[in-house]
C-alpha cells in the first residue's frame, strides 16, 4: 500500500511540474515576443525612424499572440461578420445593462432594444486626414470624415455650425481611417483606406468600398497575412492614399502602400508600391515601374514606399514616395509622373531617402505643381519646391532667390526654417487653390497661405496665444494639420483635418481672420480615453465622471443629460490624461497626466497637489497602473524597474482625505523580475483594517500584497492557470469572490476564484479570441458578468455555470474598444469608457432603478458606499417612516422605525451589499442599494 501511495504521488508531483513546466515555458516565449516588441521600438528611433507612441507599444505588447508574437487585429474582421449574422445575439435579458441588446439587430421578441447612451464628449474631436465632400450631394454640404483615432462619420451639413456627425458604421470605431476617395464614373462608389504609418500607431485593414454611397462597406483589398523565413509579416496594413482616374470611361484605381512595425514584426515592408486596378478592386497589379531591389535575405522584391497620389487636370498621375523599412534603401524624397497610368517618370529626388513627400497640383493647369518635403536635420527640416514644366525643372527653399520660400510662424518655439516643429514626419500637408494655382495652402502646426507660388506667406491659424501669437488676429485652430479640402461644388469652401478634429472656412476670402476659420466637431466624439470613473456620491442627474484621454487631457462631466443625451463636459486638466479616481466620501478626486504624474484635489482646503515628486513622478509606465483604497484612502501606483537590477517598487500615498498638503509617501519593493512587468493594480473593497492589494502582471503572474498600508507588508504569489498579460482584477460580493481577465490574443481569457485564487475556473465559454480589457459582476445577481472588450460590452447571464454562454449588448455603443467598466451601485448605472468613442452609461432596468431615475433627486441613501452609518434624503413630507435593510440573500437584517429625513442611521452591519426599504404604515416609498465597506 505504502508503494501504491508513493507511485500515485509521484505521478502527481510529476503531472504538476509538467503543468509549471508548460506553463512557464508559455511565459517564456510570450517574454521574448514582448522583448522583441521593445527592440523593434528602439531599433526605429535609432534609424531616424518614427517608433510608436509609448501607449501603443505597451497595449501591442499586452494583446500579441503569446504562442507567435501576432497582433491579430484582422481577425476582428471575421468577428465582425459573425455578430452581423446573430451568433453572438443576446438570448436573455440582462439586468446589469438595462436589457441593452446586440447590435446586430438579432433578437428574440423578449429582449428589450434599450440602449447605451452616449454621454461625451460633445465637441472634442481627434486626430483626421481622410475628409471627402460626397459627391452625391447635389448641395456640396454633405461630408465624411475617418478618425485615424477610428470611424468613419459623416456631416449632413458641413456649412450649419449647430450640425453633428454621425458615425457610418459601428464597426469602423475599431478602424484608423487614413485616406478616402470616390468613383469619378459613379459617385455611389467610395473606396477608403486604413492604417497610419506616419507614426505606426495604429495597424490597417486594407481597402474597403462602398457601391451604395456609405451605406454598407465590403473589404476589397486584404491579402491573406503571410510570413517571411526571417519574420516578416506579408500583407496590406497601411494605405497612405487612394485616387481613382476616369480613363476614357474606365475606372482606375490607384492605391498608395507603405509599411511600418507595430507589433514588433516588420509589417507590410515587401508589399509596399503602387497597386492598379480596373475592375473596381477585384484585381490588383504591383506597377514595377516603382520597384527598386530584391532582399538579399528573402529573394522578395522591394518597392518604393508610396505617400501619396494626385491626378493632373490633363489626367496624369503624379505619385510621391516616402521613407522605407529597411536600412540602406533609397525609397524616400522622390516625385514620379505618368501619362498612360503604368510607366512612371522620376521627375524629382532629393536624395533624402528618409523624407516624406506631399504634393499639389494645379487645377487648371496640367504643368503647374508644388512639393513639399520633410528635410533632414535641423540644418533644412523642411523643403518647398515648384515646377512650371511637368517636373523638368523645379524651384526650392533652399535656393536663394528660387522665388519659393518657406512659411514662418509667429509663435517664437517654432524655428524660422522648420513650420512643422521637428515633425515634418507627422504633420505636413500642402494644396493649391482649384481657381488659381499661385495661392497655395501648407500646414504643419498652424496653416499658411500664399497668392505668389510660394514667393511670399501669411499665416491663417494659431494653435494656442502663447508668446507672439496673442498678438496675431486668425482663427485658433487645433495644432498639427492633416488635410486641407476644397468643396469641389463651392471653391470658397475649405474643410480642415488636424488632431483636433474637422474645421472650416465658408468663404476663403476671410480665411485670415479671427472668425474665419471655425471648428465642425459636434458629436464627432473619437476621444480615446484610457480610463473613466463615476463618483460614487452623485447621482444620473447630478452626475460627476472624470475621463482620461490620449492627447485630450483630462475631462470632467457633470449635471443632469442634456436635450442629447449627453452631459457638459470641460478640460479638467491639459494634457494626456490617464488614471482617475474618486473616493466615496466626495472629499478629493484624484487624476493623471503620463506616467507617475498623479495629482490630488482635496475639495474641503480646496488644494490641487502632486501625489508623486520628482523624480519618481517621471517614472513609471507612460499610462500608469494606480489603484485606491477607498476605505483607507491611501494610493497606490507602479514605481518603477530598475534597468539594472530589475527590481520593481510601488509607490505609496496617504493622507488623501486628512493631510493633503502633508502626504505621507513610500515605497513597497516588490522583488526582482527578469523579463515581465506590472500590467494591473487592484485593492480590495472589503478590507477596512488594512490593505489587500492585487499586482498583476504582462506574462500573468499574479501577487497579493497584504498589509499593503503598513512597513510590513506581506507579498505572495498565487499560483494561477493564465498566461497573457492582466488587464482587470476585479471583486465580486466578497473579498475571496475574484475575476481575472487577460487581454492577449489566442488564450484563455476570463478567470474566476471563490477562495481568494487557491483555484481558478476558467469561464471562457464561448467568448470568441479578441482582446478582454475589463469585467463587472452584477452584485445582486453573480450569474450577470459583464466585459468590456475590443469589440464592445459582452455579458452573460450565466456566468457561474462551468461554460458560460456570452453575448454582445452594444446597442448604441458599437463595435469599439472598451478601455474601462465602472459601476455605480447607488444609481445602479454602468459607465463604458471607450477608445475612440468618448464614454457611455447605462442603469440597470429594474424597479429600484425606474423609482430611483424619477425621484433619485428627492430620495436616497447617503454616504453610499458607507463604511456604517448612513442618512436619508427624502421630501420633508415623509417622517416616521421604517426602514428595513435586506442582505442580497433577501434575509431581513435590520429595522428601525419612526426615522425621519436626514436622521442617522447606525445599523452596524458587516461590510458587505444590502437593499434599503423605506416605507411607513405599510405604504411602499422608496428602495436603494447600499454597500457597506
Not at 399 to 428: E, M
Not at 578 to 603: G, P, Q, R, T
Amino acid at each position: 500500500m505504502k508503494k501504491n501511495y508513493l507511485f500515485t504521488f509521484l505521478i502527481l508531483l510529476f503531472v504538476s511540474n509538467m503543468k509549471a513546466q508548460t506553463l512557464n515555458e508559455k511565459r517564456a516565449v510570450l517574454e521574448n515576443h514582448i522583448q522583441n516588441i521593445k527592440d523593434n521600438a528602439s531599433k526605429l528611433k535609432s534609424d531616424g525612424q518614427v517608433p510608436p507612441k509609448e501607449y501603443n507599444i505597451r497595449d501591442l505588447k499586452n494583446t500579441i499572440d503569446p504562442v507567435t508574437g501576432e497582433n491579430k487585429f484582422q481577425s476582428l474582421v471575421k468577428l465582425n461578420n459573425e455578430i452581423k449574422s446573430g451568433k453572438y445575439a443576446p438570448k436573455q435579458n440582462i439586468s446589469l445593462l438595462g436589457n441593452i441588446i446586440s447590435n446586430s439587430n438579432q433578437r428574440i421578441n423578449s429582449i428589450n432594444n434599450t440602449q447605451w447612451f452616449e454621454r461625451g464628449p460633445y465637441s472634442v474631436g481627434g486626430r483626421t486626414r481622410a475628409i471627402l465632400f460626397d459627391p452625391n450631394d447635389a448641395t456640396g454640404k454633405r461630408v465624411f470624415a475617418g478618425g485615424v483615432s477610428g470611424g468613419l462619420w459623416v456631416n449632413n451639413d458641413i456649412t450649419n455650425a449647430s450640425s453633428e456627425w454621425s458615425p457610418i458604421n459601428d464597426f469602423w470605431a475599431n478602424t484608423s481611417i487614413s485616406c478616402i476617395a470616390s468613383d469619378p464614373n459613379n459617385p455611389q462608389v467610395i473606396y477608403v483606406g486604413t492604417g497610419e504609418s506616419c507614426t505606426n500607431d495604429a495597424i490597417g485593414s486594407g481597402v474597403w468600398k462602398t457601391t451604395n454611397g456609405g451605406t454598407t462597406w465590403t473589404q476589397i483589398f486584404n491579402p491573406a497575412i503571410t510570413y517571411t523565413a526571417n519574420g516578416r509579416r506579408n500583407g496590406i496594413f497601411y494605405v497612405n492614399d487612394i485616387k481613382v482616374r476616369n480613363n476614357a470611361g474606365t475606372s482606375e484605381l490607384y492605391v498608395a502602400v507603405s509599411g511600418g512595425s507595430v507589433d514588433g514584426t516588420l509589417s507590410g515592408y515587401y508589399d509596399t508600391g503602387l497597386y492598379k486596378s480596373t475592375d473596381g478592386g477585384s484585381n490588383f497589379t504591383r506597377l514595377n515601374t516603382f520597384y527598386l531591389t530584391t532582399s538579399g535575405s528573402t529573394g522578395l522584391p522591394i518597392h518604393h514606399s508610396i505617400q501619396q497620389i494626385e491626378i493632373a487636370s490633363d489626367n496624369a498621375i503624379w505619385v510621391s514616395t516616402r521613407t522605407s523599412g529597411f536600412t540602406g534603401i533609397n525609397s524616400g524624397g522622390k516625385i514620379f509622373r505618368s501619362t498612360d497610368g503604368t510607366t512612371f517618370t522620376n521627375v524629382y529626388n532629393a536624395n533624402l531617402p528618409g523624407s516624406r513627400v506631399q504634393i499639389a497640383l494645379s487645377k487648371t493647369n496640367g504643368a503647374v505643381a508644388y512639393g513639399l518635403l520633410q528635410g533632414s536635420g535641423t540644418t533644412e527640416p523642411v523643403r518647398i519646391i515648384k515646377t512650371t514644366d511637368t517636373g523638368a525643372t523645379w524651384a526650392a527653399s533652399n535656393v536663394v532667390n528660387s522665388g519659393v520660400t518657406l512659411p514662418q510662424d509667429k509663435d517664437t518655439g517654432i524655428p524660422a526654417n522648420d513650420f512643422t516643429r521637428g515633425q515634418s514626419f507627422y504633420d505636413l500637408v500642402i494644396v493649391t487653390d482649384p481657381t488659381n494655382d499661385a495661392t497655395v495652402y501648407v500646414g504643419g502646426i498652424d496653416l499658411f497661405r500664399s497668392t505668389n507660388s510660394g514667393s511670399t506667406w501669411t499665416q491663417i491659424s494659431k494653435w494656442s496665444n502663447n508668446n507672439q501669437l496673442a498678438t496675431l488676429s486668425v482663427s485658433q485652430v487645433h495644432a498639427d494639420q492633416h488635410a486641407i479640402v476644397f468643396n469641389p461644388k463651392n471653391s470658397s469652401q475649405i474643410a480642415f483635418g488636424n488632431d483636433g478634429g474637422i474645421y472650416f472656412c465658408a468663404n476663403k476670402t476671410n480665411i485670415a481672420t479671427t472668425t474665419g476659420i471655425p471648428v465642425r466637431n459636434n458629436r464627432y466624439n473619437v476621444t480615446q480615453f484610457y480610463d473613466a470613473k463615476m463618483n460614487p456620491t452623485k447621482t444620473n442627474s447630478t452626475e460627476e465622471i472624470l475621463a482620461g484621454a490620449q492627447d485630450n487631457g483630462t475631462r470632467r462631466f457633470t449635471g443632469a443629460p442634456l436635450a442629447n443625451n449627453l452631459y457638459s463636459d470641460a478640460y479638467y486638466d491639459g494634457g494626456d490624461g490617464a488614471f482617475v479616481e474618486f473616493d466615496d466620501n466626495n472629499l478629493y478626486k484624484i487624476n493623471s497626466y503620463v506616467y507617475n504624474n498623479h495629482y490630488l484635489y482635496h475639495a474641503a482646503s480646496n488644494s490641487y497637489v502632486d501625489l508623486l515628486l520628482a523624480p519618481d513622478n517621471d517614472l513609471g509606465h507612460f499610462i500608469n497602473e494606480a489603484a485606491l483604497d477607498r476605505n483607507l484612502d491611501i494610493f497606490y501606483s507602479y514605481g518603477n524597474k530598475d534597468n539594472t537590477t530589475k527590481e520593481i517598487t510601488l509607490n505609496r500615498v496617504d493622507g488623501l482625505s486628512t493631510n493633503p498638503l502633508n502626504l505621507g509617501r513610500s515605497k513597497i519593493i516588490l522583488g526582482n523580475f527578469t523579463d515581465e512587468d506590472v500590467s494591473y493594480l487592484a485593492t480590495s473593497p472589503y478590507q477596512t483594517a488594512y490593505t489587500t492589494l492585487m499586482v498583476g502582471f504582462d506574462n500573468g503572474r499574479l501577487f497579493k500584497i497584504t498589509y499593503a498600508n503598513t512597513g510590513i507588508y506581506q507579498i505572495s504569489e498565487l499560483t494561477v492557470p493564465f498566461v497573457g498579460a492582466i488587464s482587470d482584477i476585479q471583486y465580486g460580493t466578497n473579498d475571496n469572490e475574484i475575476i481575472v481577465t487577460i487581454s492577449n490574443y489566442n488564450t484563455i481569457s476570463v478567470f474566476y476564484t471563490t477562495d481568494g485564487g487557491t483555484t481558478w475556473n476558467s469561464k471562457e465559454g464561448n467568448l470568441p479570441d479578441m482582446p478582454i480589457r475589463s469585467a463587472l459582476m452584477n452584485p445582486e445577481n453573480k450569474n450577470e458578468v459583464i466585459l468590456g472588450t475590443e469589440l464592445g460590452v459582452w455579458g452573460t447571464t450565466n456566468f457561474l455555470s462551468a461554460t458560460p454562454t456570452w453575448s454582445q449588448y452594444t446597442n448604441g455603443l458599437g463595435n469599439v474598444r472598451v478601455t474601462n467598466l465602472d459601476y455605480r451601485p447607488s444609481t445602479r448605472t454602468v459607465l463604458a469608457s471607450t477608445y475612440g468613442r468618448g464614454i457611455f452609461t447605462t442603469m440597470n432596468d429594474t424597479n429600484l432603478a425606474t423609482t430611483e431615475t424619477s425621484v433619485e433627486e428627492i430620495y436616497r441613501v447617503y454616504p453610499n458606499p458607507t463604511r456604517g452609518d448612513f442618512y436619508l434624503k427624502m421630501n420633508a413630507k415623509h417622517k416616521n417612516v421604517t426602514v428595513n435593510v435586506f442582505d442580497i440573500s433577501g434575509k431581513l437584517v435590520f429595522t428601525k422605525n419612526g426615522v425621519n429625513p436626514e436622521e442617522k442611521i447606525s445599523p452596524s452591519l458587516p461590510k458587505g451589499h444590502y437593499i434599503v426599504k423605506v416605507e411607513k404604515e405599510g405604504e411602499y416609498i422608496f428602495s436603494s442599494k447600499l454597500i457597506v465597506r
